[in-house]
Each structure stands twice: as C-alpha cells, then as structure tokens.
C-alpha cells in the first residue's frame, strides 16, 4: 500500500487520545506533552527510515536522502494552544509522515525530502509565535525581549527552553537548515469558513496576509454624566465608536477579501456618571496586497481625523506591529492547483488570515506554497475544530499529489 490517507485520520485519532483530555489538544510547545508528542511522532516515522535531527531552534527533522542534496521540505507543527483542536499544525505533520512512506517504499528519491515539525508555532506558553521558523528563517531578531518574558505561572523562557535542549542566543544557528532548502510544503486546515462555504474540500493558498495594528487612543474630557449638555460633550468613545463602524465600510470598498477589526476599546474613566475623556482603541487590519493596506490604513486615519473634529477630541495613532504581506511562489501554485484538482475535482485559491510557519520560510526566500483543507464551521483554535474524514483523506492525497509535482520541479533543477 503506497500511500494510506484513512492511516492518516487514524493516527491523528491516536494523537489526540495521547496527548489531549476532555477540554481538547494540549501539546503546548515547551512542556512534557508536547516532548511526548516529539516522541510519539519519533517512532512514527521510524518505520521509513528517514534520519532525525533537532535543530538549535527546537526544531525537529527527519530527514530522507536522495540522489541530490537539495531538499524538498514539508513542514507542519505538532505543537498546539491550551484546549486546541485536533488537526491545527498536526495535519500536515501526519500527513507528511504518510507522505515519507510512501516515498520510501517507493525506494531512492531523487531529491532530498525533509520533514519537519517546526517549535513553537503558536506561542501559547510564552506569546512568541513561530519561534522555530523564525530562527530557521534567520527573522527571529528579538531574542533580548524574549530574554525577559515569562509563563503565567512566572517561569523565563530561557529556562522552559534549556528543559528543552534550546539555548535562546544560539538558537539562529538553526538557519543552516533551509540553506540545502529547495522549496517548501505545507498543508493545513482553513480555520476559517471559505472553503465550507463554498462547499470545496479544499484549496490552494496565495499568500499570508499583509497586517497592520495599531492603537487608536482617543481624548476628550471627562464631564459629569448629569450636569453636562450633550451639545457640550467631549466624548472620547463617540469618536472609536464611529471608526469602528466605519472600517466595516472601508474593508468593503478596499475589497478582495479585506478584512478590519476593532477588538478592543478601553474606556477611562468607565464610570457609568461620565463622559469618556479617554478611548484607547486597537485596531487590526489586513490585506494580502501591500498597496491595498496601505490604503485601507490611510482610509482609516482620514476617517478617524474627521471624527475627531465633529467630536471636538483629539486622536492619535501609535503602531503596535505590523507584517508585509508574503506571496506564495507561482510555480507552487500552479502545481498545487494541479494537485487539488487532481484528487478534488475543483480548486479555489485564496489568501490566509492567520500567519503560518510557511510565512517564515518563504519570507527566507525558499519557494513555498500551501493547500488549505475545509474547516467545518470554521472553528479552530478549540475543542469543536473539526474536518470531515473524507476531506482530511483527500488532503493528504493533495499533498502527495503536490509532492510528486514539486519533487520532479526540484529535481530538474526548480525550485532555489
Ligand atoms: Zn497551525
């Protein structure tokens, strides 16, 4: 049997009866049940004979050896957030596994292929996500901040990741990695409702959106709730109220999939016998075309200016973190379309929301495309994250199809 995708669906029911309880998946990176995780997945694989390594990031190998050095790398994470879903990350960990078997029954590949199950790519424990990709895409530039962060319960992150085996200053030694990399794979659920609403199993992947993030503090003066006329109001909430209507008509009229949040408003003094003197506003926005963020960025401080007038408050904009949009290579593409609609009928491309450890990697400059499978509902990030069997059975048959594809580009010569 070369390639078994109902193993695949069976083996990601096993994991999860190993290392989840009744609240869901709790493999959070830098703990025993992920170790534990590493070790299930360890012997695994051991059956095809690929080779393991654990890189200076966390980062954990196998590693199959073909004719030529240069690696075709699939990639997933087995890591999950407290209460996770059972597919988010490890899909594509298992499905690769299935993947490596079938290649090595197949016997002497022509190029090198390497799985990997990246460290960390929620950062649930410590808030630092894609900690491993980032150090093996040499991004990772932050290690005098993550130096000082802490778990809830007060312990470093130095010290979580020495239990480990990662030192955090020498953990970008893992970019040696990705040098033999030739391009990289990587399957996972939507976690969104795209793909069910269009009643697809599944689709191919363009690119991580593009996001910016800022805060929106808006000021005017605090008056008693009694006294004070509303022609004489200051309202700092007036005004955050309004742009957070307002971007739902920006991400519309930007379009092709914009999407704008307002996730937070904290208001001061909040009590309920005053007018607000200040609103501090998060605003979240994204797009995967860089123009098109830019733009909706510019709408929104426009809009935000005009409001501050007709509320006669002050706003000021302050930027909390921002990420280029990351494109997805063409060639990639092309052959993941091939490969969804050889085993699917149909495909559909479309952009990612979240970000994903494929962002790292093709931020590195390797050539990267991803396949989406159906969420039901969805959901992710919780107990109820859910796939059909059947669907989760054709993803994996979708990455094998896209494998064979790309392993011949790169054995060609493809690829970086
Ligand atoms: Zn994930």
Known sequence: ?????????????????????????????????????????????????????????????????????????????IDSVPNGGWLDGCLNVMAGVEVLRRIAEEGDPSVT???????????????????????????????????????????????????????????LAARRQLESAAAYLELHIEQGPVLESLDLPLGVVLGTFGVERHQVTWRGQAAHAGSTPMDRRRDALAGAAKLALEIRNIAREVGDGAVCTSGNVVCRPGIVTSVVETAEQLLDQRHLDADRLAQMLALARDASERYAGEEDVEVAWARIWRIEPILFDDTLIGFADEAVREVAGESHRLPSGPLHDAAEVSRAGVPTVMLFVQSLRGLSHTKLEDTRPEHLELSVRALDALTRRAASWVAGGGGR
């Open 1 to 77: 049997m070369p390639l078994d995708p109902a193993r695949t669906v069976d083996e990601l029911r096993e994991l999860r009866e190993v290392t989840g309880d009744e609240d869901g998946a709790q493999r959070v990176a830098w703990t025993d049940t992920w170790e534990r995780a590493r070790e299930w997945l360890r012997g695994k694989v051991a059956g095809t004979g690929a080779a393991e390594e654990i890189d200076e990031g966390g980062n954990q190998w196998f590693t199959l050896r073909g004719e030529s050095e240069r690696a075709l790398l699939i990639g997933g994470h």
């Open 113 to 171: 292929v390497r799985l990997v199950n990246w460290a960390d790519e929620e950062g649930a424990r410590f808030g630092r996500s894609l900690f491993g990709s980032s150090a093996a895409a040499g991004s990772m530039a932050d290690q005098d901040e993550l130096r000082g962060r802490r778990d809830t319960n007060g312990i470093g992150l130095p010290d979580a990741l020495r239990e480990h085996g990662v030192d955090l200053d020498g953990a």
